[in-house]
């Protein structure tokens, strides 16, 4: 609705529940303190009457009127010379009101003028709407000023106080009319409503770069925003920013987020001064640096070292958000991972590339791969000296030694070792019988692709061989069999039998009755010994001859015509010979 208030003062149009001040008998002097208010209907149905309030301090209303469902209510008793503010409220029928329509004021003035005769000046006054930060000098005045007689009055309105810089809303700004014939009409003081428009205010968020994996603070109280169109000094203390889809965090991807501002608070500015248009800033996500390194790998000459993709051989160093990468693809020069490398390539370069798989995005990384090396080191080749054994008294044998170890189907004389050990040893020809150490240096030998493993050996003297035989014997049947006797062989450097002490056990296979024949004799150690020596034992033989046996036939006579038995089985003998008490079995 639109208020209008006349009186015999200032005559002002305003908005809806603005107000217009008439007096009762227009282009007449009206009765000090009286003043006539007036507002068009409200459209709404629902609108069962008005109340009108008024009071002599802004916003505070002491007086409460129901103009019921009229649309001009007069007040009358208003003292002269003060300030009356109005508004005015819709009620409905269970009496909700509607909130205060915009305050508007009056002054109820009157003076005195030369002739001592009292006059009231009628007028109408209206200022143009300013924006806040402009003074109330930027405001034009406009208006007619009459006297008591209808006649239009010269002269000039001005501000009181100029220089104010109003907020924004409505002001009731106090104004002086000089008018120019000042013998005749005073000065006079009233108010003037002024709209003063909310300064147009530009709130720009700052463009914001933040590397990924990073978190940028956003919410209240942030500074990181550009103010344009602040008045009068004012200042904003912070903004609420907000990153679309979460782009502040430290897991938001690589690219661009439109950050948002709003919620300008703080600082000196009020925001009922302002039209604020917010303008979203860019946020740029970029790429964290992500250096993935080849591992520094350690083979051994013959081995090889598997490469290519799906390699775990490397360290990742700047991976953000606790993410991992699966596996890279590395790949050595000269084909050092092969087995058949040679150390004397070492180092080889290991590239890495195309890492890959796990929880990271290549995307949101700038990766930079670092070589690694790969270093070949020799493969150990043993070097082990030959045990072998020396007979006392006999010279030192020829000292070898065997290679172990080579790879890649090499070997002595098919490889890159070249040279002899240095095989030594302490035992000479005249060393006693006993171990003695082969000793194993490099001598000459050399190789890259290999080192050397020295493994000692051992020379042992061992004993020379006395060779202890059994003499043969021989007897006839029936006699007691012969001693023994042995000879002795393979004496060293002069020695002879002196050396022996002790004497062997000789054991006859035959006794006096055993038959013709012949009979080992059994060679045993038994007490022998000789330093330096040892003794062979070679078995003897006993061999058993017939005994001589002499068989006489007996005489014999007879009658002539006798017969004589002869032939077979026949006892007329006798025998001289027969051993081991066998009898004589002949006939005298």
Request: aromatic fraction near 8%; include cysteine; charge should be neutral.
């Amino acid at each position: 609705m639109k208020l209008l208030i006349k009186n015999g003062g200032w005559r002002s149009l305003c908005s809806i529940l603005w107000m217009i001040f008439f007096s009762t008998a227009y282009g007449q002097p009206a009765p000090p303190g009286l003043v006539t208010l007036g507002w068009t209907a409200s459209t709404d149905p629902a609108v069962a009457g008005y109340y009108v309030y008024y009071g002599t301090a802004s916003g505070v209303y002491t007086n409460k009127t129901d103009a019921g469902t009229n649309t001009v209510f007069t007040f009358a008793g208003l003292a002269a010379g003060s300030t009356y503010y109005f508004t005015a409220t819709c009620y409905n029928a269970v009496g909700i009101e509607s909130s205060f329509a915009p305050e508007i004021s009056y002054d109820s003035i009157s003076y005195t003028n030369p002739s001592g005769m009292t006059c009231a000046i009628e007028g109408s006054l209206s200022a143009t709407s300013l924006t806040y930060g402009q003074p109330l000098s930027a405001s034009t005045l406009s208006g007619i000023v009459t006297n008591t007689a209808g006649a239009a009055l010269a002269g000039t309105f001005t501000f009181n106080s100029p220089a104010m810089n109003p907020p924004a809303g409505t002001l009731s700004a106090s104004v002086t009319f000089t008018p120019t014939d000042t013998a005749d009409y005073p000065t006079v003081t009233g108010n003037v409503s002024v709209n003063i428009l909310p300064a147009p205010l530009t709130i720009a968020a700052n463009p914001a770069t933040k590397v990924y994996g990073k978190t940028l603070a956003m919410g209240g109280g942030s500074l990181q925003f550009t103010a344009s169109g602040l008045q009068n000094g004012d200042t904003i203390g912070s903004v609420t920013l907000v990153a679309s889809n979460n782009g502040g965090a430290a897991t938001a991807a690589v690219g661009s987020y439109l950050i948002t501002p709003g919620a300008a608070t703080g600082g000196t500015f009020n925001p009922a001064n302002y039209a604020i248009t917010y303008s979203p800033g860019l946020l740029t996500v970029t790429p964290a640096p992500l250096t993935v390194t080849a591992n520094a790998v350690t083979k051994v000459y013959g081995q090889t070292l598997a490469l290519g993709v799906g390699s775990t051989q490397f360290t990742p160093s700047g991976l953000q958000n606790g993410e991992t990468i699966g596996s890279v693809t590395l790949a050595v020069s000269n084909n050092g991972g092969a087995a058949t490398a040679a150390v004397a390539g070492s180092p080889y370069l290991i590239t890495p590339s195309a890492a890959t798989g796990g929880t990271f995005n290549p995307a949101n990384y700038a990766i930079t791969y670092a070589n690694g090396t790969l270093t070949v080191i020799p493969a150990v080749l043993g070097v082990t000296a030959n045990s072998t054994n020396q007979l006392y008294e006999a010279p030192t044998p020829p000292l070898t030694a065997t290679f172990t170890g080579f790879v890649n189907g090499e070997s002595l004389g098919h490889s890159d070792v070249g040279g002899a050990p240095m095989l030594t040893t302490a035992a000479t020809a005249a060393s006693p019988v006993g171990p003695y150490v082969i000793a194993t240096a490099p001598g000459t030998l050399t190789s890259t692709n290999y080192t050397f493993s020295l493994t000692n050996g051992t020379l042992t003297v061992v004993l020379a061989t006395i060779t202890v035989t059994v003499n043969p014997q021989s007897r006839v049947y029936g006699a007691a069999n012969p001693v023994p006797t042995v000879s002795y062989s393979g004496f060293l450097n002069g020695d002879t039998a002196a050396v022996i002490s002790g004497a062997p056990v000789l054991t006859a296979g035959a006794g006096v009755t055993s038959p013709v024949g012949t009979y080992v004799i059994t060679n045993q150690l038994g007490t022998l010994h000789a330093t330096n020596y040892g003794f062979s034992l070679v078995n003897g033989t006993l061999t058993v001859t017939r005994a001589p046996l002499t068989i006489t036939a007996n005489a014999a006579a007879k009658a002539y015509g006798q017969t004589l038995a002869m032939g077979g089985s026949s006892t007329q003998f006798n025998a001289s010979g027969l051993q081991n008490g066998l009898g004589d079995t002949g006939r005298q």
